[in-house]
């Protein structure tokens, strides 16, 4: 069974500052997908990235990074110059395919709640 | 062009009423999910469709919850004999394609009360 873990309940900075969220996954398929999603205080879930189990390759969108390291299971996130406006929940998702019949899973963490004060 | 909706976007119902839950999903997306989040907690997966059929319904918790999505489109899901444990918000979520490795779209929500 897969599993989210993010150990990170509640982080505050100081707006410019750089964070990182942290996300370990857990999973005994070798083809999985991991995600991003944002929630701000409206509720909606807004979908940042997503990454594939073959290509480690770090991603920068803007002021967010992330960094996927397949040796110790992690997916994290970071925010370069954090904005108030990056006050939010996030959270990470893995998503695991079976072979047969396009069965699946879609896991998300229980989420990090960051809030960027001015 | 418009998102994924949902309705009721609140409900309060009493203990033991049934209650449907509509999602209308982005137009042409061929899967569609349901999930419930709890306050301060993720989405927890409930069933998906591609097209109209439900692929995987292994996140149903009892019985008393269903969900169909008979024409392809448009889905519902039902909680039967509602009891005060199911309030929570229910979100639906649709996708271009058949697996859950794309992109999600989800919709505003279901806030569901149980009195």
């Known amino acids: 069974a897969q599993k989210v873990t993010q150990a990170q309940t509640e982080i505050s900075v100081v707006e410019k500052e750089d964070v990182t969220l942290d996300c370990v996954y857990e999973t005994r398929d070798t083809t999985y997908y991991l995600f991003w999603y944002k929630q701000p205080p409206s509720g909606e879930l807004v979908f940042l990235i997503r990454r594939n189990s073959f290509d480690e390759q770090n991603e920068i969108s803007g002021r967010y990074s992330w960094n996927f390291q397949k040796s110790t299971s992690s997916f994290n996130f970071t925010i370069t110059a954090s904005q108030v406006v990056d006050s939010a929940v996030y959270f990470c998702a893995l998503s695991e395919a079976y072979r047969d019949n396009y069965g699946q899973n879609f896991v998300f963490g229980p989420g990090t709640r960051l809030s960027v004060l001015p | 062009g418009a998102g994924v909706s949902q309705s009721p976007r609140y409900k309060v119902t009493k203990r033991g009423q049934d209650v449907a839950l509509r999602c209308d999903p982005i137009s042409g997306h061929v899967s569609l999910y349901w999930y419930r989040q709890a306050l301060g907690q993720g989405p927890e997966f409930l069933t998906y469709?591609?097209?109209?059929?439900?692929?995987?319904k292994s996140g149903l918790p009892n019985d008393r919850f269903s969900a169909e999505r008979p024409e392809g489109s448009i889905s519902t899901l039902t909680i039967q004999r509602t009891e005060q444990r199911d309030s929570a918000m229910y979100r639906c979520?649709?996708?271009?394609?058949?697996?859950?490795?794309?992109?999600?779209?989800f919709g505003p929500g279901t806030r569901l009360t149980v009195l």
């Open positions: 979520a649709s996708s271009y394609r058949r697996t859950a490795h794309n992109e999600q779209f």
């Open positions: 469709f591609n097209y109209e059929a439900q692929q995987d």
